[in-house]
C-alpha cells in the first residue's frame, strides 16, 4: 500500500548517545513508505544536532534551551509549513519503537481518528507480549500521578484516557493545523488533549509497548515532577472554566 | 465605622509619604523622557504613586482603609497598602515576563525554523550541481 507523504520528528535534548539508532531503527522501519525524518534540537550541548545533520536528517535547531513544548510545536509548524499532511512524533532516546510508531500512523493514514496517543498502559496484553524483563512499569509517585490526572482528564474530556503523559503520537493535517498554532510550553502532553478534545477533534489511543531506557537518564526528577503536578492541575482548572479558549494563540 | 479607637497618622509620616510619592512621579517622567521606560508600563507605577500620594494628603482615606483591614493603627494599614502596591507591580512583571517568554520562544522558534529551510534548500542545490 503506498502511504501518503509523512513527517517523524523526534524532540532531542541532549541526546546523542541514543539519536543515531533511533534514526536507524525508523529508517528501517520506513524504508519503503514516503516518510521524512525530522530532529528538533531543543538546544542540546553535546552536539546532539550535529550527530542528527551527520545522519543526514533535517534539524530544527534552537538556539537554546526552550522546552519540550517548544520542541513539538516546532515539528508541527514545520510539518504545517511543509505541507505534511501527516506527522508522528515519539522520544529521541529509544524508548518508543519504531513498529510502535507505525500502529499508531496506520490509525490517522486510514483515517481512523485525527490524533492517534500511544498508550503505555492501554492493554495489560500488549506489555506481556514484549520481551522477558522489558516490561514497562512506573515508579509508585508516578503511577499516583497518572492516576489522578487520568480522572481529573477523564472527568473533565467525558472519556478515559489512560496514558496522559504519552510522548508518542500520531496527527493528521486537522490536528497539525491545531497544534501548529498553539501548543503548551512546559508540560504540554496533557493540554494539547485537552485542547484536542475540546476542540471535537478524534482522539483515540493505542497500545504501545515501551523498552526501557538504554542511554542516559530520564530528565524527569522530583521537583520537576511536583511543578508537572501543580501547572497540569492548574491548566485542567483553567480549562474548565467556560469562555477559555482552547485554540488561541500565545 | 471601626470598633478600634485610630491612632492618627503623623504630620511626618504624611511628609514623607507625599515626598516619596513626587519622587517617584518625576522619576517616572524622567525615565519615559530619557526612554529608558516604555509609556505602557507607567500605567502599573503611576497608580502607585497616586495611591501613595493621595493617603499622604488626605489621611481620612488612610483611617478608612484601617477600619476596613480591621487594624488599629494607621501605620499598619499604610505599610499594608505598600506591600499592596509592591504585589500589583510585582504581578505586573510577571504578566510581562510571560509575554516575553512567549514571544523569545517563537523567535527561536521561527530562527530555528528559517535555518532548517536554508540547509535543506544548500542541500538540494548542492545535490543539483553535483548532478550536472
Not at chain 1, 525508523?26 to 519503503?32: S, T
Not at chain 2, 525615565?31 to 516604555?38: A, D, N, S
Request: with cysteine; hydrophobic share 45%; charged share 20%.
Amino acid at each position: 500500500v503506498s502511504r501518503p507523504r509523512t513527517l517523524i520528528f523526534l524532540p532531542a535534548w541532549n541526546e546523542r548517545e541514543s539519536l543515531p539508532g533511533t534514526l536507524q531503527e525508523l529508517r528501517a522501519e520506513f524504508a519503503h513508505d514516503r516518510v521524512d525524518l525530522l530532529v528538533c534540537d531543543d538546544g542540546s550541548t553535546d552536539g546532539t544536532g550535529e550527530a542528527a545533520l551527520a545522519a543526514g536528517v533535517a534539524v530544527v535547531d534552537f538556539p537554546f534551551h526552550l522546552g519540550i513544548g517548544a520542541a513539538v510545536h516546532a515539528g508541527y509548524l514545520y510539518a504545517q509549513r511543509h505541507g505534511y499532511r501527516f506527522c508522528a512524533h515519539c522520544d529521541a532516546d529509544g524508548q518508543h519503537p519504531a513498529r510502535e510508531l507505525r500502529k499508531l500512523l496506520e490509525v490517522v493514514w486510514d483515517d481512523r481518528a485525527d490524533l492517534v496517543v500511544g498508550s503505555r498502559y492501554l492493554e495489560r496484553a500488549t506489555n506481556a507480549s514484549a520481551p522477558a524483563g522489558e516490561r514497562y512499569r512506573a515508579s509508585f509517585p508516578r503511577r499516583i500521578g497518572i492516576a489522578l490526572f487520568r480522572a481529573l482528564l477523564s472527568w473533565q474530556t467525558g472519556r478515559v484516557f489512560t496514558d496522559t503523559t504519552s510522548g508518542i503520537r500520531a496527527a493528521n493535517e486537522r490536528a497539525i493545523a491545531l497544534f501548529a498554532r498553539r501548543y503548551a510550553s512546559d508540560y504540554p502532553e496533557l493540554e494539547s488533549l485537552q485542547q484536542a478534545v475540546g476542540l471535537g477533534l478524534r482522539v483515540e489511543e493505542v497500545a504501545v509497548w515501551v523498552r526501557p531506557r538504554t542511554h542516559g537518564r530520564s530528565k524527569i526528577t522530583l521537583l520537576r515532577s511536583a511543578h508537572f503536578v501543580w501547572k497540569s492541575l492548574f491548566a485542567i482548572l483553567v480549562g474548565l472554566l467556560p469562555g477559555y479558549r482552547q485554540g488561541a494563540g500565545p | 465605622v471601626s470598633v478600634f479607637p485610630l491612632a492618627a497618622v503623623s504630620l511626618q509620616t504624611r511628609v514623607f509619604g507625599a515626598a516619596l510619592g513626587l519622587a517617584l512621579v518625576v522619576l517616572l517622567v524622567e525615565l519615559v523622557r530619557r526612554r529608558r521606560l516604555q509609556e505602557r508600563y507607567t500605567v502599573a507605577w503611576s497608580l502607585a504613586a497616586a495611591t501613595l500620594l493621595s493617603v499622604s494628603l488626605f489621611p481620612q482615606l488612610l483611617e478608612l482603609f484601617a477600619s476596613l483591614l480591621g487594624v488599629s493603627d494607621t501605620t499598619d494599614a499604610f505599610l499594608a497598602l505598600a506591600l499592596l502596591c509592591c504585589f500589583g507591580l510585582v504581578l505586573v512583571l510577571t504578566v510581562v515576563v510571560s509575554r516575553l517568554a512567549a514571544e523569545t520562544t517563537r523567535l527561536a522558534q521561527e530562527l530555528a525554523l528559517e535555518r532548517a529551510w536554508r540547509r535543506e534548500r544548500e542541500r538540494t542545490c548542492a545535490g543539483q550541481e553535483a548532478s550536472e
